[in-house]
């Protein structure tokens, strides 16, 4: 079973670097015409935006270490989303799939359920509580 959802697993991980490349660019450009371009604007795009978004940060906590407390918890918050429904599916499918006659793999299907919501819960009221605490306690 392992080795199957390995591979599973690793073919999507496959099919999502093949496919990126193929929809990255609608134009048609010569390959040093796409290096010279693409990525130097690219990682210049990714840098002006990390660091305009770290300045609101910064703006709005006035302080540099509550701007990147604040920065990696809303990363997490917008991360922990998609990885969390896909370990409450993975934990749905251990216990009514494959859990049906094995009782010790619908306990484990199960507590990976009851995992990934405490971890998807965890990681959208910390963003919150952290803004809360921050800012103070005046509504």
Known sequence: MKKIF???????????FIMTP????T???EEKDVLE??????FGGMKEKAEANFAKY???YSTRTYAIVAMILDTI???SIPFCFLGIA???IYQYVLGIRKLDTRDKGFNLVIAFVTILV??????????????????
Request: aromatic share 12%; with cysteine.
């Open 22 to 25: 193929a929809f990255a660019s």
């Open 122 to 139: 965890i990681c959208q009221v910390l963003p919150i509580v952290f803004a809360i605490v921050t800012s103070g306690w005046v509504l």
């Open 58 to 60: 910064e703006k709005k």
């Open 77 to 79: 918050r917008i991360y």
């Open 27 to 29: 134009e048609v450009m």
């Open 37 to 42: 371009t693409e990525n130097g604007s690219v």
């Open 90 to 92: 993975i934990g749905a």
């Open 6 to 16: 390995i591979s599973m697993i690793s073919i999507f991980i496959v099919f999502g």
